[in-house]
């Protein structure tokens, strides 16, 4: 069971909260401090909303650096985007936002079957190539003036490519197992955002027959630093990162050519 969550619904909701709190005065002490407990209670609900919001852009910004390899489903070229938000709706304190995604398949052999609740697919690709962005841009946030920034993009390319995909649906219960692999591959990938209070620039290109990693954390008082270490074999890849956020803050570099590695630290506080 798949659940969509929509961003822009939960800020509306938020936003519909906010404007609820409007404290009363009353003779009755009562009263006073019922009504006290129920802007409370609004104001918890709101910020949950936030949260959740935020939660699932902080979320969709990660997968969109960690999709699945691509295997096309038909052969051709292939484009989607999809814009949101308006000027009014800016000014309010909502996002505008773009995404694109350009994908080309020269050739394709799959199959798919189901027996009962039993189902499985597999298909083989050559000559693919996957683009994807994404920005947006936001002026207000909680009804304070908050410039925010966020752009991503990613692509990468692979002679051929093949996966298989089996499980079992149960109703409401749904299990599934996918293994992909691919050869001749190359990649990258970019993302910045720029806000008063968070600054994220990272890039990272190349292409790897092997890659793996290694974390390890150390948490002392209110302090977690988490180091991580990655190496690669058959490869040639550069990268860097930095991100300054709230409570956090991260630099990570990488290198290799046939064999090479990288380092990143992190320290929350």
Known sequence: MNIILDTEQCNRIADALANLQQSQSFSDPNLQARDHQIQNQIHLIENFFRRLSTMVENNENRLIFNQDIYVGSHTGLTVNTNSSGSIPSLLKGKALGAKANLAYTGMLVGSAKSIGPFFGQAGISAIEGNISGKASFRVLKDKKLYPELNLQAQGNAHIAAASVMG??????????????????AVYGHATAVLAPEKQVLSAQVGAAAVRGECVLAIELANIKVTIGISGSLGSVEAGVHYSNEPGSWEIGTNAALFAGGGLRIRVDY
């Open 167 to 184: 499980g079992v649906n149960l109703g409401m219960v749904q299990t599934s197992i996918r293994t992909a692999a691919e050869v001749g």
